[in-house]
């Protein structure tokens, strides 16, 4: 079975700055997805980015990239230019071949003004 | 394009109840799937529903159950409800679901379930 491992309950960051939420996942599947989701207070579940694993191009949104590191089994989320909208839980998801999404346990970001 | 939605937003049950959760999915999208959300245990896969059929199942006990309608619109419920059911429950949305692995799942807003 897949785990997803985040091993950072909380972080913070200052406003304007740069941080990065860890993750590594266990699999042995060749093909997967990887994806990061942001849980604000309001509790909807937002996808942020999206990985795939045959892709060794790490994935980019604007202000979110990720560092996917396919052989070490590492997949981190670099949040540049922090916004006060940025807090919130942060969630590292894995899908295999079954579909279902196997998730962490969350990072809680706190984004300091 | 409107999003997921699910109703209702929160919910208040006693023990021994039972309760049914809707989730309409974004339009177009065929594949329906639920998770329950708790601080104990995270975020869970209950089940997955495309075209009326239900093709993947968490490890839930039986008194989850869910059906998908020809609309695509899908509903959960919980039979004899515990303590332990108060959760979040979180529906997502898919093109294809478990027919094509790739497809990214997007999630409602979920419905809070209270069990006293």
């Known amino acids: 079975a897949q785990t997803v491992t985040q091993s950072q309950p909380e972080m913070s960051v200052q406003e304007a700055e740069t941080v990065t939420l860890s993750c590594t996942y266990d699999t042995s599947e060749s093909d997967y997805y990887l994806f990061w989701y942001k849980q604000p207070p309001s509790r909807q579940m937002i996808l942020v980015i999206r990985q795939e694993a045959y892709k060794q191009q790490n994935a980019t949104e604007n202000r979110f990239s990720v560092n996917f590191q396919k052989a070490a089994k590492s997949f981190s989320l670099k949040i540049s230019d922090s916004q006060l909208g940025d807090a919130a839980m942060y969630f590292c998801?894995?899908?295999?071949?079954?579909?279902?999404?196997?998730f962490g346990k969350g990072t809680l970001l706190t984004v300091n003004p | 394009k409107a999003g997921v939605t699910q109703t209702p937003r929160y919910l208040i049950k006693t023990r021994g109840q039972q309760v049914t959760l809707s989730c309409s999915p974004i339009?177009?999208?065929?594949?329906v799937s639920w998770y329950q959300q708790t601080p104990g245990q995270g975020l869970q896969f209950l089940f997955e529903?495309?075209?009326?059929?239900?093709?993947n199942k968490g490890n839930f006990p039986g008194r989850f159950s869910g059906r998908q309608f020809s609309n695509s619109r899908s509903e959960m419920n919980v039979s004899t409800l515990e303590l332990g059911d108060s959760a979040l429950y979180l529906c997502?949305?898919?093109?294809?679901?478990?027919?094509?692995?790739?497809?990214?799942?997007?999630f409602g807003p979920g419905t809070r379930l209270t069990v006293l």
């Open positions: 997502a949305s898919s093109l294809r679901g478990g027919l094509s692995s790739t497809d990214t799942q997007y």
């Open positions: 339009s177009g999208h065929r594949s």
């Open positions: 998801a894995y899908q295999g071949s079954n579909y279902k999404l196997t």
């Open positions: 529903y495309f075209s009326e059929t239900q093709r």
